[in-house]
């Protein structure tokens, strides 16, 4: 009889704790679902997520998947949180190019045929060779939000208006952007400027700045390895002589022959800029951009 109690105690705690863990579970993927008529839309960037979020507005809840400006986006490692985001998504926007490879691995083992998928760089239609940075080009993301807005208006066609309209005022928020790159452009083209990789070149080359570190240093700074010894020692000696005007410095990517660029930069006197590949927390993709292009108008201004 003692064991009979004893199976009917423990079935019982057992019970319990069952129906808290699908509670909880569940605690979970209600958390992750938007009220009733709500379009779902995972961003792997935060830069796209806030561009959903201004195409869409109160018609959409974004979920952006790398926010954090000291993640590495080429080396993120997707969580159970991020799968279940995507699992429950209408719309999804992914960079592609070899970019962000984790969300294509979240995709498919989250098969929807009803879902949306944006990739910025088969909608971009201005690619530099072997880079990925494609939302550094302000042609390359006004193309990129007409695609969204279609999406929004595929997946809820009684809001189009709506849609259309924000996708004006966004457009109109860029103009002053590639104003003020016209501005250095015709201020300041053919300046010798240094990048310590290639995230900057869609603004630097549209600008007509002279890039002169090697291509293939930025490259495989980019790519996480390290650069030939030639290529290292060119970069040194570029800012050694002074032969540039503004080092504009990745701060996401950061190593020590990074560093040591930065660290002769600054004891030589050349302006450094820094910029980032996620948009900083708070901010909007066109505020980040404009504080960037200030920053460097200021330190191009200063080396003159």
């Known amino acids: 009889m003692k064991m009979i109690w004893a199976l009917i105690v423990i079935v019982a705690i057992l019970a319990v704790l069952g129906f808290g863990l699908f509670i909880l579970g569940h605690k979970g993927i209600i958390s992750n679902t938007a009220p009733s008529g709500t379009i779902r839309i995972v961003a792997a960037e935060d830069f796209y997520g806030n561009i959903a979020q201004q195409l869409g507005g109160d018609k959409v ?64 239609p201005n690619l530099l060779q072997e880079n990925p940075h494609v939302w ?102 570029q800012i050694a002589n002074k032969q540039i005007s503004v080092l504009i410095y990745n701060s996401q990517t950061v190593t020590p022959i990074t560093t040591n660029l930065l660290d002769m930069a600054q004891a030589n006197g050349i302006p450094v800029v820094p910029v980032t590949e996620t948009m900083p927390p708070n901010d909007t993709y066109q505020g980040w951009m404009m504080d960037e292009l200030n920053a460097l108008a200021s330190a191009l201004a200063q080396s003159h």
């Not at 998947?65 to 999804?92: F, K």
């Not at 992914?94 to 970019?99: A, P, R, S």
């Not at 939000?145 to 004006?168: E, G, M, R, W």
């Open 61 to 124: 809840s974004v979920t952006s998947i790398i926010s954090n400006p000291n993640v590495d986006p080429h080396e993120y490692e997707s969580s159970v949180q991020d799968s279940i985001a995507i699992t429950n998504a209408n719309i999804v926007i992914e960079n592609g190019l070899q970019y962000d490879t984790w969300m294509d691995k979240l995709l498919s083992a989250s098969p929807n045929p009803n879902r949306i998928l944006i990739t910025g760089g088969t909608v971009a």
């Open 136 to 237: 550094y080009g302000i042609d390359n993301i006004s193309v990129i939000a007409s695609a969204v807005t279609n999406a929004l208006i595929k997946t809820d066609p009684a809001d189009a208006a709506l849609f259309q309209s924000n996708l004006a005022a966004f457009n109109a928020s860029l103009v002053p952007i590639t104003t003020k790159m016209n501005e250095i452009g015709t201020q300041y083209a053919g300046t010798a400027v240094g990048l310590t990789e290639t995230v900057y070149l869609y603004q630097t080359e549209a600008m007509g700045l002279g890039v002169l570190t090697p291509f293939d240093f930025e490259k495989a700074i980019a790519e996480g390895n390290d650069p030939s010894a030639q290529d290292v020692n060119t970069a040194n000696k």
